[in-house]
């Protein structure tokens, strides 16, 4: 029987898997349009207590308490599936769940997307007890692979890379379809371009094409000193105009236009914005937290990385990847990340030696490939 109806599900909890399941959607639209897909956030058919605790509590813990976080992440990575915790973590779930399942149902797909293990996790119990059929794949969004991704009655699994898809073959009994594909990032990304595409896209943000352009990005919720950064960053003694992106931070945003005043010409504060690529297609290189889905968008464009205070756990995961492949700088905090920064500014070489090992790298194509391979292995 051939799919016509594609679910994808994703959980706000930080925006990378939102973002990977908009892409996939985004790519279905423009590549597979005979298959229907919907896109269903799973916090918006939860209780708002649970929703609190999973969204809200996440983005305030790895940014108040590190440490405490990366103590969760680490056990709830060697922690027994079967073990009487578990089970009533899942079980809290279902409760807290019954609406999500209800929207799944209501939307009958033939197959399913988790951009995230949490609706994975709900539709394996509801597999195990025959009460879902329809075959679910899994896209892990990180170049890592945490215990909670791994469950049985999945379909199959998408992975970033060729390390992490071997993990996964060691780690899920029975095994099951296990495939590279990257991590899904929207079509911009995939598109290059050439040097008068760039200097039309320095343009774009009114930035000189003849200057060289460096990216500062805040993540979707513009966290960090932002302004306190760019101030630092400016004081280097080269020419270089520094775009900063706060994202929905309008604080952030507000402190960064007040500094832009006394730097004319040189600093270019944005908020939100759907026009990244264009952005990352006309920079030297780009300054980001380390997150699964901004590094993909990166690599897909062959920009070198200046990786700032990343996350314990996933992102200093990540991190290592990058850095082990040489697209990627680390940088701590504020002194070693100017650093950083004078060193790529005065180093013509490693920069594009880095932005070759970060094209080598790159999956422009991840979300076709994974719906590509949905669509066919997904019968029955």
């Given at each position: 029987?051939?799919?016509?109806?594609?679910?994808?599900?994703?959980?706000?909890?930080?925006?990378?898997?939102?973002?990977?399941?908009?892409?996939?959607?985004?790519?279905?639209?423009?590549?597979?349009?005979?298959?229907?897909?919907?896109?269903?956030?799973?916090?918006?058919?939860?209780?708002?207590?649970?929703?609190?605790?999973?969204?809200?509590?996440y983005v305030k813990l790895?940014?108040?308490?590190?440490?405490?976080?990366?103590?969760?992440?680490?056990?709830?990575?060697?922690?027994?599936?079967?073990?009487?915790?578990?089970?009533?973590?899942?079980?809290?779930?279902?409760?807290?769940?019954?609406?999500?399942?209800?929207?799944?149902?209501?939307?009958?797909?033939?197959?399913?997307?988790?951009?995230?293990?949490?609706?994975?996790?709900?539709?394996?119990?509801?597999?195990?007890?025959?009460?879902?059929?329809?075959?679910?794949?899994?896209?892990?969004?990180?170049?890592?692979?945490?215990?909670?991704?791994?469950?049985?009655?999945?379909?199959?699994y998408f992975a970033a890379?060729?390390?992490?898809?071997?993990?996964?073959?060691?780690?899920?009994?029975?095994?099951?379809?296990?495939?590279?594909?990257?991590?899904?990032?929207?079509?911009?990304?995939?598109?290059?371009?050439?040097?008068?595409?760039?200097?039309?896209?320095?343009?774009?943000?009114?930035?000189?094409?003849?200057?060289?352009?460096?990216?500062?990005?805040?993540?979707?919720?513009?966290?960090?000193?932002?302004?306190?950064?760019?101030?630092?960053?400016?004081?280097?003694?080269?020419?270089?105009?520094?775009?900063?992106?706060?994202?929905?931070?309008?604080?952030?945003?507000?402190?960064?236009?007040?500094?832009?005043?006394?730097?004319?010409?040189?600093?270019?504060?944005?908020?939100?914005?759907?026009?990244?690529?264009?952005?990352?297609?006309?920079?030297?290189?780009?300054?980001?937290?380390?997150?699964?889905?901004?590094?993909?968008?990166?690599?897909?464009?062959?920009?070198?990385?200046?990786l700032s205070s990343p996350?314990?756990?996933?992102?200093?995961?990540?991190?290592?990847?990058?850095?082990?492949?040489?697209?990627?700088?680390?940088?701590?905090?504020?002194?070693?990340?100017?650093?950083?920064?004078?060193?790529?500014?005065?180093?013509?070489?490693?920069?594009?030696?880095?932005?070759?090992?970060?094209?080598?790298?790159?999956?422009?194509?991840?979300?076709?490939?994974?719906?590509?391979?949905?669509?066919?292995?997904?019968?029955?």
């Amino acid at each position: 029987m051939p799919i016509r109806k594609i679910l994808l599900l994703s959980v706000s909890a930080g925006n990378g898997h939102v973002r990977a399941a908009e892409a996939l959607h985004c790519c279905a639209q423009a590549r597979f349009p005979a298959v229907e897909t919907l896109h269903v956030d799973a916090m918006q058919h939860v209780t708002p207590a649970f929703r609190k605790i999973y969204t809200d509590w996440y983005v305030k813990l790895v940014n108040t308490s590190p440490t405490a976080w990366r103590v969760l992440y680490e056990r709830t990575g060697k922690a027994d599936p079967g073990a009487i915790v578990q089970k009533l973590r899942r079980m809290t779930e279902r409760l807290q769940c019954t609406r999500f399942l209800k929207a799944v149902r209501d939307f009958a797909p033939d197959a399913v997307i988790c951009t995230h293990f949490l609706p994975a996790e709900l539709l394996m119990h509801e597999i195990r007890r025959s009460r879902f059929d329809a075959p679910v794949w899994v896209q892990v969004t990180d170049f890592d692979l945490h215990r909670m991704w791994v469950m049985p009655h999945m379909r199959g699994y998408f992975a970033a890379n060729a390390e992490i898809a071997e993990r996964m073959r060691q780690a899920i009994a029975p095994p099951t379809q296990v495939h590279v594909t990257g991590i899904p990032i929207m079509p911009g990304f995939a598109e290059k371009g050439d040097e008068g595409e760039a200097a039309e896209a320095a343009r774009f943000f009114g930035l000189d094409p003849q200057r060289r352009i460096v990216a500062l990005m805040g993540g979707g919720a513009g966290m960090g000193g932002l302004d306190e950064v760019a101030a630092a960053l400016l004081a280097i003694d080269a020419d270089f105009q520094l775009v900063v992106l706060a994202g929905k931070n309008a604080e952030a945003l507000a402190a960064l236009q007040m500094l832009a005043q006394r730097h004319s010409g040189r600093l270019f504060p944005l908020g939100f914005t759907d026009q990244v690529h264009r952005l990352m297609a006309c920079s030297s290189f780009v300054i980001t937290k380390p997150g699964g889905l901004t590094t993909s968008e990166c690599l897909a464009m062959g920009q070198p990385m200046i990786l700032s205070s990343p996350i314990p756990g996933q992102e200093e995961r990540n991190a290592d990847y990058l850095l082990e492949e040489g697209a990627a700088l680390k940088a701590m905090d504020t002194t070693a990340l100017v650093w950083r920064v004078r060193q790529l500014l005065g180093d013509g070489q490693k920069l594009t030696t880095m932005r070759r090992n970060a094209a080598a790298l790159g999956r422009p194509q991840a979300a076709h490939d994974a719906l590509r391979l949905v669509l066919e292995n997904s019968g029955a």
